[in-house]
Structure formats: C-alpha cells, structure tokens
C-alpha cells in the first residue's frame, strides 16, 4: 500500500460531490458569490432547466485580472479577513464552489472588476484550466457552466427532467431572494421568463413584504401576521400565516438565519411545535421567519451546503420561536383566513380567471330536481351542489331572534345569530355580511381552549351525575381507561373499574354540557389505543378535547336555540384560535355583502 496526495482535480471532484448536487446547487453558489459582491442585480439564465446551460451574471465589484486564476484554486477565498470561522458574515469562506463546479463542467468566468479598464474572461474545462483573455464586460462578473456533470457521468444519472431541475433552482432562488429584496432578480429558462422581481423599495420591513408579497402571493401578504420578537440578544421577524391557510407540504416555509436560507430541522420543528393546536399534523402553514443572532451564536459550517446550522443554545432559539409564534396567533383571536370565504364563493361561480374552481365539493347536478318548476338559467346552476334541493327544508328561524330590532345587532364582529340550518350551522347577520359557523368544529375548539386555560389555572371544573352511568366495554378497553382514571380526572371525568369490562362514570366536565357518556367513553377508549403508553393525556389534549366535544351538547345535529346559538358566537370573539378547529379546518366562514351581491348580478 501507498499513500499519495490526490490529484487536485480528483480532490475538486469530490468536494463537488458534496456542494454540487444538481444545477440548483450550482446556482446557490453562484447567486451567492453575487450577493457577497454587493450586487444590485442578478441575472440567471438556464436551457433545459439548467441541464445543459447556466449562467449567473451581476453587477457586483467584479474580479481582477491577476485574481481570475486564483478563484479557481481551492480554499482560495477574498471573504475569511481574519481567518476566522466564528464571524462569518458572507455567505462564502471556503472558496470551494468555483473550483468543485469548474472540475466536473465546462466553465467560464468573465469579470471587469470595479476600477479596472478592461474585462477578463478565463475558461475551465473539467478541472484544466485556460489562458485568461481580454474580454467585453460591463462592470460586474458573469458565471457560464456548460454541460454539467459531464466530466462525472455518475452523477449526471442522477439528474431529472428539465422541469424538475427548474423547479428546484426556482425554489433556490425565491428563497435568496426574499432575504435580499434590495437585489432585483430575474430567472429565464429558454425563451421563458420564469420570474422577473425588482428592487423592493422603502424601508427593510416595506421591502420585506413587498418581496413576500411578489413570491408568496397575495393570499399570503392578506393572511398573515407580522412577527417581531427577541430575546438575549436573538431576534426573530417576518410574516406567520394563519393556521387556516394552510397546505399539504411545508415547502411554503421559508426560514433564515442570518440573511442565509436554511432548511434546518430544528426550526421546521420549532414551528410545527407553534402551529400543533391548530393543525392537523399532515397539513402545513405558511411562513417565512427571519432569525437574526450574532455570528458566534451559531455555526455555519456544519453542512456542506450550508443549509443546516447549529446553535450554540438550542433551547432558547426554539422558545423564542415557538413563544412568538403562539403568541402572534392568539392576538389574531378568531381570524379565519380570507381564503375561506373566497374558497366558498368559488365553489358558487363557475370558474375564476378561466380555472374551474372546485374547491367546495361543488357537485354538478346528477338528477333533476322535483317540486314545482325550478329552472336555472344563472351559471351557478352548473356547479352549486343542488343535490339537496328535494330534501325537506330543515331550517329553523327562531322568531324572537328574526324580529328583535334592539339588540346590539351587527356590532359584534360575528354577528347576531339568525337561523339555525341542518341542525349543524348558524347563520348570523353582520355589520356588512353573513357568517356561516360550523357549530361542531366550533364548539370543538372552545371545548379545547377552555381545557387548557382551565388546565392552567385551578383545574378543569366537574359536575357530578345524579345517577351515575355504568358503560360496558371490552376488558381490554376498559382496563386501559381505569389504567388512566388519574388523568382522565384531571380533565373532568370521575371514572371507576367497575368489575371486569365495565366502568362507571361518576362526573363530567361541565363545560360539555350534557354529554353521551356511552359514547364518550367508547370513543376515548379507542383513542387511548392509539396514544403512546408513556404520553399523558394532557400532551394529546387537543384530541382528548375533540373527543370529549363530539359528545357534548352542541355537537353537529344538535338543535340549539337562539339564546345558545349567540352565547356560541359571543364565547368564539373572545376565545384565542377561534378560527379553526383543532385540525385547521375553519369554524367559520365570513361572506360580505359586496360578495353575495356579486352573485346575484346585482354589481
Ligand atoms: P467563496 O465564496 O467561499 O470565497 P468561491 O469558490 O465561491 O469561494 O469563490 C472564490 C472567490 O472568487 C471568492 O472569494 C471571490 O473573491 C471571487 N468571486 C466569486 N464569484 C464572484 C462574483 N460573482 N463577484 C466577485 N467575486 C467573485
Ligand atoms: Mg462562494
């Protein structure tokens, strides 16, 4: 055996290995070789998704001459000043990328550095480096890469489509630009213009949202809330998005530490920690944060890629975090997102901007309608779900509530409960609208905030039973409810084995109101199979909470008179997350009158 150095070009290789992954991989590095030059703008061309082509150009301080060769060494960098690794504040210092992309593509580099006369142009070949020669260039420096990959066909194997491969350095892309809304960017791919941002102006926050708003669309800027937080030195900003704008995939967080997009398992956590009481855990809020620390409070320099970050104290980033999100979403009280209602609104249009909207299960009609003559002319009649037209009406109007003219009325931001539909909505008069309320999902969440609050302070308050109720069960099951009688006490409910497969309930929570107890206590049984042995109850409260409403009395079915329908409406106003259930799904939705009358034609 003998030991030898590698051959630089073999060493390069296998650093690209680690920081070039794909063509998005390339563009990071390149767009981030740009913003370290102080550029204002950056412009990226790719063909076939950057496959074949890609280029980075800016107009940032530039190279010079004697320095072109050099930036094609390794570890040869302009950015570590004082050698040291603790205040990094570029985004590069290990002078890495442009040789680890020069030794697997066919590369080059132009530049005309800020005072010279003339550009320079060096070309790179799999590793082998070109004589420098003068060139045409404005100010600032371009980044050609040819055939990427080429000079290293396994990993070429691993390239996917154009498509994909644009998708992600779109992503790359968006994720640098919204740390930097002062550089204008643009993005073309072929002859396509795939995104195209300019300068943000006014102050860092006007900036921000601007930027926000032109990548994450307007929904987002509409629904979300500004975060402002910090603590020992730490400092967190940026936008939340309401729990009920939500999506399947988190790939709508957008999250950075110091400037630098991160995809950090630590902050991903932190958030779904923020957002767990609200949404159902396969569903993921929006979101972009921006956490600002000093340099010797994390290191950069633990992932290739520099994606991943570590903290000197992980505790308190995470707490910052989560406090500051829970408490921006409680100030938004019983918000529901504005995307609700537009949702609704579409299901009754036809189509929006040409898309058929169906987000509302609008079913098309598929049997005639009985009764008299009813003929739809209006399009809503192609898509409204009219499948229950020839059911008996089965809404109720409480008179009292229909007539009285001296209540407060629509003062109260959820109105006045008028009527009472399908035994599992109100519909309630506002100022400027109607408000739909899904009584179950509504209650569920009252249910649950009221536990916690309860929980919090002198404990959840019982109400005995004047007969108590002996329920059969499995033995099983219900062993593993006696098995927890302690914590189930400490929620409301008394209960006692009461010989093999049975139990008997003593007192209940009284903030249910009446409750099916046979029901109850079948349904949480099958839950507590579920749950882990070693969680207690009160980790899984939301569900514990869901369970224990759907067998309270206002569940969905249940008819509810006009005094109990507003008392529901008042408690949601001042109730934290009103807005949602306990999986994010809305409890209510908010159509204005200016929308309804839409509708009809009438504007
Ligand atoms: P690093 O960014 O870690 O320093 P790179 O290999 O990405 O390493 O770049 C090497 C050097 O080349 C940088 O330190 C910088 O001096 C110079 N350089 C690269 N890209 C640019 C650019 N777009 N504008 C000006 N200088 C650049
Ligand atoms: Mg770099």
């Not at 995470?318 to 949702?343: N, P, Q, W, Y």
């Amino acid at each position: 055996m003998t030991i030898r150095l590698l051959p630089t070009t073999t060493v390069n290789r296998i650093a690209a290995g680690e920081v070039v992954e794909r063509p998005a991989s390339a563009i990071k590095e390149l767009v981030e070789n740009s913003i370290d030059a102080h550029a204002r703008r950056v412009d990226i061309v790719l063909r076939d998704g950057g496959r074949s082509f890609l280029s980075v150009a800016d107009d940032g301080i530039g190279i010079t001459r004697e320095e072109l060769p050099l930036s094609m060494e390794r570890h040869a960098t302009s950015k570590l000043l004082n050698d040291n690794l603790e205040t990094i504040a570029t985004f590069g210092f290990r002078g890495e990328a442009l040789p680890s992309i020069a030794s697997v593509s066919r590369l080059t580099i132009t530049s005309r550095q800020k005072q010279a006369a003339d550009a320079w142009t060096l070309r790179v070949e799999g590793g082998t480096k070109f004589e420098t020669k003068p060139a045409a260039h404005v100010t600032g420096t371009t980044v050609e890469v040819r055939d990427l990959f080429y000079a290293t066909p396994a990993r070429l194997k691993f390239l996917k489509t154009a498509r994909t491969e644009l998708n992600h350095v779109l992503d790359t892309v968006r994720r640098l630009a919204m740390a930097h809304p002062e550089i204008a960017f643009s993005l073309r791919d072929g002859e396509r213009q795939v995104l195209k941002l300019s300068h943000a102006q006014g102050d860092m926050i006007d900036a921000r949202l601007d930027r926000l708003d032109a990548i994450m669309g307007n929904d987002f800027a509409a629904n979300a809330i500004p975060i402002e937080a910090d603590r020992d030195g730490l400092f967190l900003s940026g936008f939340a998005g309401l729990p009920t704008l939500n999506r399947g995939s988190p790939t709508h967080q957008y999250l950075f530490v110091n400037g630098r997009p991160v995809r950090d398992k630590l902050l991903y956590g932190a958030v779904r920690g923020a957002y767990r009481d609200f949404l159902a855990h396969d569903r993921h809020p929006l979101i972009a944060l921006f956490l600002d620390v000093p340099p010797e409070a994390v290191d950069i320099n633990v992932h290739p890629a520099k994606t991943e970050v570590r903290f000197r104290d992980a505790g308190l980033v995470r707490g910052l975090i989560v406090s500051a999100l829970k408490h921006a979403l409680a100030a938004a009280g019983h918000r529901a997102s504005t995307t609700v209602a537009d949702a609704a609104l579409g299901a009754f249009r036809p189509e929006i901007g040409g898309v058929p909207v169906s987000v509302h299960r609008a079913t098309p009609i598929s049997r005639n309608v009985s009764g008299p003559a009813l003929s739809f002319q209006a399009p809503v009649a192609q898509t409204a779900d009219l499948s229950r037209l020839d059911t008996a009406p089965t809404a109720r109007f409480e008179p009292e509530l229909v007539t009285a003219r001296d209540d407060p009325a629509e003062s109260f931001p959820l109105g006045v409960a008028r009527a009472q539909v399908h035994e599992t909505y109100i519909v309630a008069q506002t100022e400027d609208g109607i408000v739909i309320v899904d009584q179950h999902a509504a209650h569920e969440r009252l249910v649950y905030e009221e536990m916690k609050a309860a929980m919090e302070q002198d404990g959840i308050k019982r109400q005995g039973l004047l007969i108590p109720e002996v329920v059969e069960l499995e033995e099983v099951a219900a062993n593993r409810i006696s098995g927890r009688a302690t914590e189930l006490s400490e929620l409301g409910l008394m209960v006692e084995a009461f010989g093999p497969g049975a139990i008997v309930v003593r007192e209940t929570p009284a903030l249910l109101g009446e409750v099916d107890i046979q029901g109850l206590i079948k349904d949480l049984a099958d839950d507590l199979a579920e749950y882990d042995e070693a969680l207690d109850l009160k980790s899984r409260l939301a569900e514990v909470a869901s369970t224990m409403a759907c067998h309270g009395s206002v569940r969905a079915g249940r008819r509810l008179n006009g005094k109990e329908m507003n008392a529901l409406l008042r408690q949601m106003e001042v109730t934290p997350h009103a807005g949602q259930c306990n999986h994010g799904r809305p409890t209510y939705v908010a159509l204005k009158l200016v929308d309804i009358e839409k509708l009809f034609g009438r504007r």
